[in-house]
């Protein structure tokens, strides 16, 4: 059975930083490509960054480039979202999400496996 298992949400004020982790069990992400989305109170779930299958290149949304870091430890079958300078519209349920056949990463619909999310609230 496939998990992905996200953490390190949480509650951080403007300027702030996260790191969130997403584990992966059932599955070797070494061989997936990975990727972070979020999703807002009455808005679209949007891809934040991801590490394609296709050239295993980190890439980020504008919104989040130069903030944002995408890592993952490969012997720990976990990825991780750095998240820097944290401002009030990054406000979301956080997901991670793997796929064999990541070309772009921007569609979740090229995911095969979904965590559960972690809400990250920036706020004062």
């Known amino acids: 059975q496939v998990q992905l298992v996200e953490s390190g949400g949480g509650l951080v004020q403007p300027g702030g930083s996260l790191r969130l982790s997403c584990a992966a069990s059932?599955?070797?992400?070494?061989?997936?490509?990975i990727g972070w989305f979020r999703q807002a109170p009455g808005k679209e779930r949007e891809g934040v960054s991801c590490?394609?299958?296709?050239?295993?290149?980190?890439y980020y949304a504008d919104s989040v480039k130069g903030r944002f870091t995408i890592s993952r430890d490969n012997a720990k079958n976990t990825v991780y979202l750095q998240m820097n300078n944290l401002k009030p519209e990054d406000t979301a349920v956080y997901y991670c999400?793997?796929?064999?056949?990541?070309?772009?990463?921007?569609?979740?619909?090229?995911?095969?496996?979904w965590g559960q999310g972690t809400q990250v609230t920036v706020s004062s």
């Open positions: 590490i394609r299958s296709s050239d295993g290149s980190a």
């Open positions: 059932g599955i070797n992400l070494d061989y997936y490509g």
């Open positions: 999400a793997a796929g064999k056949g990541v070309l772009f990463g921007w569609s979740p619909n090229e995911y095969d496996y």
